[in-house]
């Protein structure tokens, strides 16, 4: 196999403070070491924070939308709207259950992509005008509620073998309750308990506490669609059908 060494990097991550970086080579070339790199359309970084795929997913989020405004402004709602969900949205929400952010300012940067959509759609840019009655009006959820059902959602295709699983070893092998219940059903999974955020905040320690909260026969549902319906997905199946 050939590599491209103009494409191959070196990332260290590391919570080491007197860290010494090692140079590597490919045949007589150094390879660059860097601290933030692409991987599969999401940014990763040494520090293992997620600040600048955000940064950079607001910013194309945004042209985005300013290209929908420029190009559809004489459009209906309904056509500017369903241009948000196929160009915008996905933008947003690309890879969410990975990098979903816990700190307010990056959570308040997305929502307000948003906002402006909404009032793009709704052609009402009142100072006076609500955003969020404007948000009930079309059925929206919040970006950090979507956030938290794709979370869900991957830890229930992981639990039934829908997509392979990294946390099969974490379920709960509760062989004494005389009942089921929310606390001792089987596909509860332990609760993790990391020191680091960069881990506290992640896929698995922040999505089990909510899984394992969630009733048995949520846990149990048949397919996806019938899980997403159970937690409250209803605008993700009037999408299915525009």
């Known amino acids: 196999m050939k590599f491209n060494i103009s ?14 970086p090692h140079q590597y080579r490919m045949g007589t070339s150094t390879l660059q070491t860097v601290d933030h790199h692409p991987y599969l359309g999401v940014e990763i970084s040494s520090n293992l924070s997620w600040a600048k795929h955000i940064n950079q997913t ?28 196929t160009l915008v949205r996905p933008r947003l929400e690309y890879c969410s259950p990975i990098w979903d952010p816990y700190q307010k300012i990056h959570q308040d940067n997305l929502e307000k992509v948003q906002r402006r959509a909404v009032r793009f759609v709704k052609s009402d840019y009142r100072r006076t005008s609500s ?24 830890i229930y295709k992981e639990t039934h073998k829908f997509t392979p699983s990294n946390i099969s070893h974490h379920l709960t092998k509760n062989t004494t309750a005389r009942r089921t219940t929310r606390q001792t059903h089987e596909l509860n999974y332990n609760i993790i308990r990391p020191n680091k955020d960069c881990y506290k905040f992640s ?13 048995p026969t949520t846990k149990i549902a048949p397919d996806v669609a019938s899980f997403k319906n159970l937690i409250g997905g209803k ?5 299915k059908k525009i």
Request: net charge positive.
């Open 7 to 20: 494409k191959c990097f070196i990332m260290h991550v590391t919570h080491q403070r007197s860290f010494i």
């Open 235 to 239: 605008e993700i199946e009037i999408e």
């Open 203 to 215: 896929l698995y320690p922040r999505t089990i506490p909510k899984w394992n909260s969630l009733p």
């Open 58 to 85: 607001v910013n194309k989020a945004n042209s985005i939308l300013g290209l929908l405004k420029r190009n559809l402004w004489n459009c209906s709602p309904r056509t500017k709207e369903i241009a948000y969900k």
């Open 131 to 154: 955003v969020t009655d404007m948000l009930h009006d079309l059925k929206w959820d919040t970006l950090q509620d979507r956030r938290e059902k794709a979370r869900l959602i991957t």
